[in-house]
């Protein structure tokens, strides 16, 4: 399929496929003409970069773990916490989620003292 058709099926702009192409998130294939050409797979794997960005990671967390989209459950949607199995893919991405689980906290205890002062400077309730 061109790239308007994965874009929508993968729920997306075809200039966010496009940007996630650059960033090395998928590869397209290329016809004679040099049109980018997708499959059912690189769909579903827009579709996992789409949802892993949704809630929260960056595209440079996601870089960090595509080679590891390929094993990534049929429905494209990995596993944040691994339930009893072994080390492997889950652990990886559990770790990059962690990481940035952290930094969110860190910049939400920023953001919530900074509104404290300017509550108190306004002479309103923290």
Partial sequence: MRIG???TAA?????????YEQQGLVTARRTPSGHRVYD????R?????????????TVGDVREFAHLLRTMPANGVPDLI????????CSAVE??????????DARIEQL???RARLAARLGEPA
């Avoid at 059912?40 to 769909?43: F, K, L, P, R, W």
């Avoid at 691994?82 to 893919?89: L, S, V, Y």
């Fill in 5 to 7: 058709d994965a874009a």
């Fill in 11 to 19: 729920g997306m702009t075809p200039r966010a496929l496009r940007y």
């Fill in 40 to 43: 059912a797979e690189d769909v």
């Fill in 45 to 57: 794997r827009l579709r996992a970069v789409r949802e892993l960005r949704d809630a929260g990671l």
């Fill in 82 to 89: 691994p339930t009893g199995r072994e080390a492997g893919p």
């Fill in 95 to 104: 770790t990059v989620a962690r990481r940035r689980l952290a930094d969110l």
């Fill in 112 to 114: 919530s003292l900074l």
